[in-house]
């Protein structure tokens, strides 16, 4: 699954006309997949002159960073060690429910 950072885009409009499955629109002046319509074929990645598309892996690395910073952020609007040992592992017990949430949604719909 392909995803677009939109800060990158430039808008040549390449991936929309490579695109076969017509799963790629603009926005706002910038390129947005349709989740619904992709067929993962990963055309838009490799047209796209500015690397504005990322491959899924990338993504994932992206957003795991993010997700690490704001965290981090946050860790130091709390000051003491016990605050933050119980901000951690509130954070980690939301992310397991939150795995719980996505391996039970992954399971169900590989029966479909
Ligand atoms: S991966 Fe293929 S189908 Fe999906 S948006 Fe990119 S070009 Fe379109
Ligand atoms: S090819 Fe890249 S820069 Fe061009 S519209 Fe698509 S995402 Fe934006």
Redesign the pocket.
């Known amino acids: 699954m ?1 995803w677009i950072l939109k800060k990158e885009c430039i808008a040549c409009k390449k ?1 929309v006309k ?4 017509d ?2 629109s603009m926005s706002k002046g910038k390129a947005v ?1 349709d989740d619904h319509m ?8 490799k047209v796209c002159p500015v690397h504005a598309v990322l491959k899924d892996k990338e993504k994932v690395e992206l957003d795991v960073e993010t997700n690490i910073r704001s965290f981090r952020k946050k860790m130091k609007k709390h000051k003491g060690p016990a605050p933050k040992s119980r901000m951690l592992k509130g954070e980690l017990k939301l992310l397991e429910r939150q795995k719980k949430i996505i391996q039970g949604t992954i399971k169900e719909l590989r029966r479909f």
């Not at 490579?18 to 499955?21: I, L, V, W």
């Not at 992709?38 to 990645?45: A, L, Q, S």
């Open positions: 392909p991936c490579r695109c076969p499955a799963a790629i997949i992709c067929i993962y074929c990963g055309k838009c990645v």
